[in-house]
């Protein structure tokens, strides 16, 4: 199995995808720090001669340029794919450029002055994007955009009007960018730019802590080494820029200067050590082993992968193939996000299909092989887990189904109690009071025939309505002779003309002839009521064991399962029987609905 | 001869039968007994429940035709709860002559119940308006009783009941001429053709109707 393949986007998470591992490439660790080492005695050799700064201020300047080297060199060990390392390189590489000021050349000196201070820029990169080496918020690559750009072209600004003879530096090569010598301009150009890099500055800070407040698991581990190396590192920025401002007396300088250079020697070292913090301890992946070779209890697969990977905040959840879905131990659905500082990554079954996806920090993704040693381990617990919830899924929706059953029939209960109070009752109840009446009348005959007469057109309808009803409750022919006869009977006092095409003339369990029944009945009552249908053919027949009912009509389709058609409570009938209910209604192209119940096979043909 | 599983009902259709002139010969509770009765005695008519022990279906039915088996001259008429077409043409379908389908709420129709059970007991067939109106009344895309004009449905609902032309013409209040004139045009228009007696003719015009 390559490594290369091995995080494809899966059904229904966006997750990263990450580039293969480019082992080949060693020679780039050596190039830098072969650089490193060389650009630092360089600076040594030209600088001391020259004595410009002091030479302890010269040396404290190279080790700190070394220290960043170093940690970039240690970072591209350990991880070569990230942008940390790569960060580190940049910063390392920018702290050396300004020694190009100690050039003769007019040229090389003011691309030297164009760089002074902008390993600022990466610098700030990594604080927004450390460990993962990404910037997850527009704001932040925004800001970080506006250091790269501003940086150098402040220094810019300032070198179009700054003419290095008049500002006293002996011996100073001529400024390439100088367009008028303005230094009252220049100085003025100096005091934004600063002012500019202090908001930035300040903006970085503001970024960083809040992501180091929100930050949990392993990016706060990580983080935190960088928090102790911000400390010194921002009173360092804040030196720098105060001292831009502000006059500041030399001997404060020759103190100040080589502490605040040191100080800045913090930040690579915390940055190391952080990205040291964020890697997976080896031994708790071990531990999980020993842990998945004994049972896991229900619900406790979770815990202890984010044990294993370090981070209490992983979510687990499975994918089930034949919905489509994603749900979580209790069978519950579950959208997987893979946005911001978390992450999310597949794990597949031995045949490559996906099983499960763990949701994390983005720090955890670092370490791509201690995730995918811990995915592989703990297959066999995740396949048996998913099992588990795939049950409890299906759970879930059967007592759904039921509920919505007993409501049907609580429903129907409803229906029936008003129904009869609203009409047989009160016939019956009038007849009595119609009866007491003629008890207590006086004798004359012709009354009483009268009010017999009526009292018996009262029964008469009573009646009708109670046969009616109990037709609607459950027909009597159904029950007696089946199928085919009862639906004959519903289409001959259909509102819609109806033709039975093909009807069965055996029986079945009651349960599936009733099912099939109300289907029909609904179906043609949906005809009637909505659809304004000329024609409807009613086909049951049954084959191969399965009893297919469709009721076809020609009105204005646009029907379905829901909204108010009454098939929605015969579709968990039907469902609760095995069956399946379909309802397709193209609009303007009429309705059909058909039914399939499971019914026990044959051995012979019925008559 | 009275069968129904009711004996509240059989007292009050006795009484209603006395009065009206009728002899009551002998009651019984199911089918069993009822041919065990009908054996040793038997009546002009039989009237049948349809729904009677022990599974309470059609056992009035399948009673009707043993009787018309074993009794060409027995005539049967069988009274429903409920309106079934179903059954009524089945026992017409099976019978032709001398049965009855009828409500039984037509019971208290006295006049029209005597006037049925007459019908049945001279040979004649019975089928409640009730099932010819539901018959009458089936949505056809295409109707082919559009064709007849209003007196002409009235002739054929009587002549799907069973009644003879006689009949009708009591009925309608017209000549004998006028009803043999409608009859006519009636099985003109339909398609049918004329039936040699009665009881084929009601066949002939409800299995027209049931398709």
Known sequence: MSADDRYESSPGAGVQVAEPSDDGVRWIPLAVGFGGVALGVVELTVGIPRAEPADHLLLVHVLVGWAFVGSALLALARHPDNRVGKLLVAVGMLWFVPMLTFSESSLVFSVGFLADGLFWAPLAQLFLSFPSGRMDHRLDRAIVVSLYVALPLGNLLVGLFLDLETAGCVGCPANVFLLSNDPALAASMWTVDSLVGAALAVAVLIRFLRRWRTSTGPSRRALQPVMWGIVPGFLAASYFIISTVVETSPELQTVALPLVNLALAGLPVGFVVGLFRSQLDRSLVGNLLVELKGAIPHGRLREALARALGDPQLELAYWLPESGRYVDEEGRDVTVSDTGPRRATPIRDSQRRPLAVLVHDAAVSQDEQRVEAVAIAARLALENERLNAEVRAQLQEVRASRMRVVNAGDEARRHLERDLHDGAQQRLLAISAAIERVRTMDSTPGRHIEMLSEIAGELKEALVELRDLARGIHPSLLTDEGLGPAVESLARRARVPTRVEEAPSQRFPSPVESAAYFVVAEALANAARHSGASEVTVTIRADEGLLRVRVRDDGAGGAGVDGGSGLGGLEDRVLSLGGSLLVDSPVGGGTVVTAAIPVPVETGHGS | ?211
């Open chain 2, 1 to 211: 001869m009275i069968a129904d599983d009711s004996v509240l009902f059989r007292r009050g259709l006795c009484l209603l039968l006395e009065e009206a002139g009728f002899e009551i010969v002998g009651e019984a509770d199911d089918a069993q007994e009822l041919m065990t009765r009908v054996r040793s005695d038997v009546p002009d008519v039989a009237i049948v429940d349809i729904k009677m022990p022990p599974t309470f279906t059609d056992e009035g039915l399948r009673a009707a035709a043993e009787l018309r088996r074993l009794y060409p001259d027995l005539g049967v008429l069988v009274l429903s709860q409920n309106l079934e077409v179903h059954y009524a043409m089945r026992l017409i379908e099976n019978q032709v002559s001398g049965v009855g389908y009828l409500l039984k709420d037509r019971v208290s129709a006295v006049d029209d119940f005597v006037d049925a059970i007459t019908r049945v007991a001279a040979g004649g067939s019975v089928v409640d308006s009730g099932v010819v109106a539901e018959l009458l009344a089936r949505r056809r895309a295409v109707n082919p009783l559009d064709r007849l004009t209003e007196r002409e449905r009235e002739v054929l609902s009587l002549m799907a009941e069973g009644r003879s032309n006689h009949a009708i013409q009591e009925r309608l209040f017209v000549s004998s001429r006028t009803v043999e004139t409608h009859v006519r045009n009636i099985l003109l228009k339909l398609g049918l053709k004329e039936a040699p007696d009665d009881h084929r003719r009601v066949l002939a015009v409800l299995a027209f109707l049931r398709s």
